[in-house]
Structures are given as structure tokens and as C-alpha cells.
């Protein structure tokens, strides 16, 4: 990685990339810290204490503390992320989006621009909402038409300012700039929950021999969970494809070996992003209505929902909601892969093209036993994602050690990291070859 990175620095049009996306990144935090005209921060922060450390942490992590902390980027790039799953699955509801997705770059940029004005779209009314929710729970300084307006645009603005900066990151430095935003905002929290946990575990601790063990145990597991995700994300089953020999003219061409690379963790982090929202969604809206802290059977079903009361051995009547969170993840693996990966089109485009897998028949036969193999990867890939996202909320529960950051945060660190350290590497392999070709 670091050899990776001083190579880059010796390129100059590569440095240039980098030096432009850490400024872009300088920018983010600063604007992370620029607080939202007309909300009273206090009355709010104690507010939000008042919840439950489970219910926003979730929202609190992938905007950098931004959206507890009220400032112009609290909505951060969660709207663009929705809106970027949205149009995934309507591209394949919708014919003509589908068409569009196949029709090149001109339809590629088609799609980017309805995603761009669905992510102002969704902040519009999601700020509107927010907005709304705290004037009449007398967390704005003062509830009126204008207070509203200028909390709603601020927020839409500063959606907005992240989609373009994470656009023009893609564009002009290194890396998804999506993901890179993403990145450093849950990067920017970690200190913040090393030191929660050394407070908690380590510095609280009387006997000296037992905060160096506990020191070690969080070291090594979190170590672990980080090794497992690279291992994760670098896991792929290569299929074999045998290309059939053509004669064109007096030339014999084809004949070549390939591969279809099927990755164990094919959907990413999208599974766990689902079903962490789909069971927040009403813990949240609880919440923002100041519902769910009795003692009535809606209570009990939302303290089910929410991860704080999971894997308590003094409660373990809540942690049923773990096993619904575990079905969900593998049930949304399952699901989003079979949006994404298409075997059978797989299977015609190598037929077209001359392709088969050796000792399976083109066409349909290519297409069950692609599908035979998805699914087994992908249930291996879904029992992974479990056990990384799993073990955070096991620590959580049975130990008290409440972090921001968990199985879903490191994979997304780990998946971004890798990705963007071979973009570089490609980047230099490609001006390489142009020196080469030049001399």
C-alpha cells in the first residue's frame, strides 16, 4: 500500500489526483463542522442522547457526526444513495431505464442526471420532514415559514455541494469520489469511538494487567474483523470460459482462455445496508414521534428492531430481532445479486461470441449452472457479511462497548481502500505502457 502510494507521488498527473481529492476531503470535514442557521444544537444533542445510542448511530456514522451534530452536511450523500439504489431497481421494473443502462455512455450519463435530480428530490423532502419534526418539538430557535426555508435549502445545498464534489472526485482525482465521501466520513468517527472504548475498558480498569488484556483483545479483534473483510472482498470463484478457433480470411483467430469472475461478496455492503434500514425505519420514526419508551407490546416490538437491546443476556427475549436481521441480510444477498448478475444473458453473449464453459453445453445448460454456482457463492458470501456485522452487535450486547462503526463501516472502508489502491496501480500501469510505447 505505502509503496503503491510513493510510486504515485513520483507520477506527476497522478499526484496532481491525489493532492486534488485530499483538498476535496479538507473541504468535506470543514463543512462538517459549519453549524445549521436556526437550530438550537444544545436542546437537540440532549435530545438525541435521549433516544438510545442505537437509533441514529446508524445515520450518525456515514455522515462523519454531521447529522447529530446538525450542520450543513447532516443530510450528507444518504440521499444519493438512495436515490443510486432506486434507479438500480427501477432499471430492471422499467424497460425503457434498462435500455437506456445498455445504450453506452449517452445512457450511462441519461441515468446519472435523473440520479442527480432524484438526490435533490429525496433531500427536499427529507430535510422538509426534519425541519417540520424539530420546530414542533421546539428545537428551533424560532418554528416559522423562514426558519423552515433556510433549514430546508441549507440541508438541500449541502446534499447537493457533496454529490458534486464526490462527482468531480470521480472526475479529477482518485478513486469513486461517492465512496471516497463516504469513506472519510466514517474514517473521521473511529478516534472518537477508540478513545469511548479505551475510556470504557481500559482506562477504567484498576488492575493494570487487566487493561493491557483488554487493550490486546480490542486490538486483536479488531485486527480480525479487518483481515476477514480483506479476505472478503478479495474472494472470487473464476469460471473457466474456452473460446472456439474461427477461421476469417487466411487467419485462424479465437481459441483463447478466459474466466468469469464471481465474487464471493457480490452485492458489497448493500445487504446489510437494506436490512439495517428496514428495521431502523420504524425505530426512527418512533422516536422522532417520542413513541417506544413504554412498556406495551409496541415498545417490546421496537426494542426488538433496535441492535442496543440485542445479545443482552439479561433481555434475550429482544435479540429474535437478530435472527430476523440475519434473515433479511442473506434473504437481500440473494435478492440483490439476482438484479445485478444475470446468467443467462451471460450465457447468450458467450454463445454470440463463440464462448462455453468446458464440459457444460452453450445456452441454457451455461445459464442453470451459472446460476447452480451463484448460489452457492452467494450464500457463502451472506454467511460472511453475518458474522461481520454480527460480531460488533455480540460486543455491543454482552460487553456494553458502544462504537459507531461496525461490520458494515469496515467493509466499506476495507471495499474502498482496496478499490481505490488498484485504480492507482492501474493508472500507472497505463502510463507505463505509454512511456514504453513512446520510447
Given at each position: 500500500?505505502?509503496?503503491?502510494?510513493?510510486?504515485?507521488?513520483?507520477?506527476?498527473d497522478?499526484?496532481?489526483?491525489?493532492?486534488?481529492?485530499?483538498?476535496?476531503?479538507?473541504?468535506?470535514?470543514?463543512?462538517?463542522q459549519?453549524?445549521?442557521?436556526?437550530?438550537?444544537?444544545?436542546?437537540l444533542?440532549?435530545?438525541?442522547?435521549?433516544?438510545?445510542?442505537?437509533?441514529?448511530?446508524f445515520?450518525?456514522?456515514?455522515?462523519?457526526?454531521?447529522?447529530?451534530?446538525?450542520?450543513?452536511?447532516?443530510?450528507?450523500?444518504?440521499?444519493?444513495?438512495?436515490?443510486?439504489?432506486?434507479?438500480?431497481?427501477?432499471?430492471?421494473?422499467?424497460?425503457?431505464?434498462?435500455?437506456?443502462?445498455?445504450?453506452?455512455?449517452?445512457?450511462?450519463?441519461?441515468?446519472?442526471?435523473?440520479?442527480?435530480?432524484l438526490?435533490?428530490?429525496l433531500?427536499?423532502?427529507?430535510?422538509?420532514?426534519?425541519?417540520?419534526?424539530?420546530?414542533r418539538?421546539n428545537?428551533l430557535?424560532?418554528?416559522?415559514?423562514?426558519?423552515?426555508?433556510?433549514?430546508?435549502?441549507?440541508?438541500?445545498?449541502?446534499?447537493?455541494?457533496?454529490?458534486?464534489i464526490?462527482?468531480?472526485?470521480?472526475?479529477?482525482?482518485?478513486?469513486?469520489?461517492i465512496?471516497?465521501?463516504?469513506?472519510?466520513?466514517?474514517?473521521?468517527?473511529i478516534?472518537?469511538?477508540?478513545?469511548?472504548?479505551y475510556?470504557?475498558?481500559?482506562?477504567?480498569?484498576?488492575?493494570i494487567?487487566?487493561?493491557?488484556l483488554?487493550?490486546?483483545?480490542?486490538?486483536?479483534?479488531?485486527?480480525?474483523?479487518?483481515?476477514?473483510?480483506v479476505?472478503?472482498q478479495?474472494?472470487?470463484?473464476?469460471?473457466p470460459?474456452?473460446?472456439?478457433?474461427?477461421?476469417?480470411?487466411?487467419?485462424q483467430v479465437?481459441?483463447?482462455?478466459?474466466?468469469?469472475?464471481?465474487?464471493?461478496?457480490?452485492?458489497?455492503?448493500?445487504?446489510?445496508?437494506?436490512?439495517?434500514?428496514l428495521?431502523?425505519?420504524?425505530?426512527?420514526?418512533?422516536s422522532?414521534?417520542?413513541?417506544?419508551?413504554g412498556?406495551?407490546?409496541?415498545?417490546?416490538?421496537?426494542?426488538?428492531?433496535?441492535?442496543?437491546?440485542w445479545?443482552?443476556?439479561?433481555?434475550?427475549?429482544?435479540?429474535?430481532?437478530?435472527?430476523?436481521?440475519?434473515i433479511?441480510?442473506?434473504?437481500?444477498?440473494?435478492?440483490?445479486?439476482?438484479?445485478?448478475?444475470?446468467?443467462l444473458?451471460?450465457a447468450?453473449?458467450?454463445?454470440?461470441?463463440?464462448?462455453?464453459?468446458?464440459?457444460?453445453?452453450?445456452?441454457?445448460?451455461?445459464?442453470?449452472y451459472?446460476?447452480?454456482?451463484?448460489?452457492?457463492?452467494?450464500?457463502?458470501?451472506?454467511?460472511?457479511?453475518?458474522?461481520?456485522?454480527?460480531?460488533?452487535?455480540?460486543?455491543?450486547?454482552?460487553f456494553?462497548?458502544?462504537v459507531?462503526?461496525?461490520?458494515?463501516?469496515?467493509?466499506?472502508?476495507?471495499?474502498?481502500?482496496?478499490?481505490t489502491?488498484?485504480?492507482?496501480?492501474?493508472?500507472?500501469?497505463?502510463?507505463?505502457?505509454?512511456?514504453?510505447l513512446?520510447?
Open positions: 500500500m505505502l509503496e503503491t502510494l510513493r510510486n504515485a507521488f513520483k507520477i506527476k497522478i499526484r496532481n489526483r491525489v493532492i486534488f481529492t485530499f483538498f476535496m476531503l479538507i473541504v468535506i470535514r470543514i463543512g462538517s459549519l453549524p445549521i442557521p436556526g437550530v438550537n444544537r444544545d436542546l444533542a440532549n435530545w438525541f442522547a435521549s433516544q438510545g445510542s442505537d437509533a441514529f448511530n445515520f450518525d456514522a456515514i455522515t462523519g457526526g454531521s447529522f447529530l451534530q446538525m450542520t450543513i452536511f447532516a443530510l450528507n450523500i444518504t440521499p444519493y444513495i438512495t436515490s443510486s439504489i432506486i434507479m438500480q431497481l427501477l432499471t430492471i421494473a422499467i424497460p425503457k431505464l434498462e435500455e437506456m443502462q445498455k445504450d453506452g455512455e449517452d445512457g450511462r450519463k441519461k441515468i446519472a442526471e435523473i440520479t442527480r435530480y438526490t435533490v428530490a433531500a427536499l423532502i427529507e430535510s422538509l420532514a426534519m425541519a417540520i419534526g424539530f420546530g418539538g428545537y430557535e424560532n418554528f416559522n415559514a423562514m426558519s423552515v426555508i433556510t433549514i430546508v435549502a441549507t440541508m438541500t445545498a449541502g446534499s447537493a455541494v457533496l454529490m458534486w464526490g462527482e468531480r472526485i470521480t472526475e479529477k482525482g482518485v478513486g469513486n469520489g465512496s471516497i465521501v463516504l469513506t472519510i466520513n466514517i474514517i473521521s468517527r478516534p472518537e469511538d477508540l478513545m469511548s472504548l475510556q470504557q475498558f481500559i482506562a477504567s480498569s484498576s488492575n494487567g487487566r487493561a493491557v483488554a487493550a490486546v483483545i480490542i486490538l486483536a479483534i479488531i485486527l480480525a474483523v479487518v483481515l476477514f473483510v479476505l472478503l478479495d474472494g472470487q470463484r473464476r469460471i470460459v474456452q473460446y472456439s478457433k474461427k477461421i476469417q480470411g487466411r487467419k479465437g481459441g483463447q482462455s478466459s474466466h468469469i469472475p464471481l465474487k464471493v461478496n457480490t452485492a458489497g455492503v448493500i445487504p446489510i445496508i437494506f436490512a439495517q434500514s428495521m431502523q425505519f420504524p425505530v426512527v420514526i418512533a422522532i414521534l417520542g413513541k417506544g419508551n412498556t406495551g407490546i409496541g415498545s417490546k416490538i421496537l426494542h426488538g428492531l433496535s441492535q442496543q437491546y445479545c443482552d443476556p439479561k433481555q434475550p427475549i429482544y435479540s429474535i430481532g437478530l435472527l430476523v436481521y440475519i433479511l441480510v442473506v434473504a437481500f444477498a440473494y435478492f440483490y445479486t439476482s438484479i445485478t448478475f444475470n446468467p444473458e451471460i447468450n453473449n458467450m454463445k454470440k461470441q463463440g464462448g462455453f464453459i468446458p464440459g457444460i453445453r452453450p445456452g441454457k445448460p451455461t445459464s442453470d451459472l446460476n447452480r454456482i451463484l448460489n452457492y457463492i452467494v450464500l457463502i458470501g451472506a454467511v460472511a457479511l453475518v458474522i461481520v456485522a454480527v460480531i460488533p452487535i455480540f460486543f455491543n450486547g454482552v456494553g462497548a458502544n459507531s462503526f461496525g461490520g458494515t463501516s469496515i467493509i466499506i472502508i476495507v471495499g474502498v481502500v482496496i478499490e489502491l488498484k485504480q492507482i496501480e492501474s493508472q500507472m500501469r497505463v502510463r507505463y505502457y505509454k512511456g514504453f513512446n520510447d
